[in-house]
């Protein structure tokens, strides 16, 4: 397990569409813990007090922050050896990048919750994490399965999902959120 809360470390950007480079300001490779979240996210709002972001878009790339952090606790695996977690920087837009195993089983239920997300409108996202948080059911985590739509709502649907295979039976899911100021 590793983490890096670098000052001027520079980095490719993950987007093909802009051209420049990215700072990375955090990494994290290994399992996530409920002492991760809070050191990550303590970490995350003492350099937020050194942006200048909007408020609005510092409050967004909190909530996705830690929606994403709590994915990888609640999903990953302990001894797994490809849980990463990165940020990075480029002016006004923030990328959040996580990676971690899952099952053939995990991947076809996350496939079909996100497929069945990306039928939708934003105004239905907000209307149906509204109708899920109202229905009060909760999963075995204590979540209402709302995580997705919410990262897709507060990136505005600057999501990115993909896989790679590991084996027959594991697989990487790769999520890749931008936060970009509103206009």
């Known amino acids: 397990m590793s983490s890096g809360f670098p000052s001027k470390q520079q980095s490719a950007l993950i987007s093909n569409e802009e051209i420049g480079f990215q700072q990375l300001e955090l990494q994290w490779l290994g399992p996530i813990s409920e002492h991760t979240i809070q050191c990550v996210i303590q970490w995350l709002e003492s350099r937020m007090e050194q942006s200048d972001l909007p408020s609005l878009q510092n409050k967004r790339l909190v909530r996705v ?78 979540g209402g399965g709302i995580g997705l739509n919410e990262i897709l709502r507060k990136t505005e649907g600057h999501v990115e999902m993909t896989f790679s295979n590991l084996t027959s039976n594991a697989h990487i899911v790769r999520f890749t959120a931008q936060i970009h100021p509103r206009k």
Do not use: C
Not at 77 to 103: C, G, M, P, V
Not at 111 to 136: C, D, F, H, Y
């Open 65 to 142: 922050v830690v929606e994403l952090l709590q994915n990888l606790h609640h999903h990953g695996y302990e001894d797994a050896d490809h849980t990463r977690f990165t940020i990075e920087s480029a002016h006004d837009k923030w990328t959040i990048q996580t990676e971690n195993e899952l099952t053939t089983e995990q991947r076809k239920n996350l496939e079909q919750r996100w497929n069945a997300l990306m039928q939708l409108t934003p105004e239905q996202w907000r209307i149906s994490q509204r109708e899920k948080l109202a229905s009060g059911n909760r999963s075995s985590h204590g």
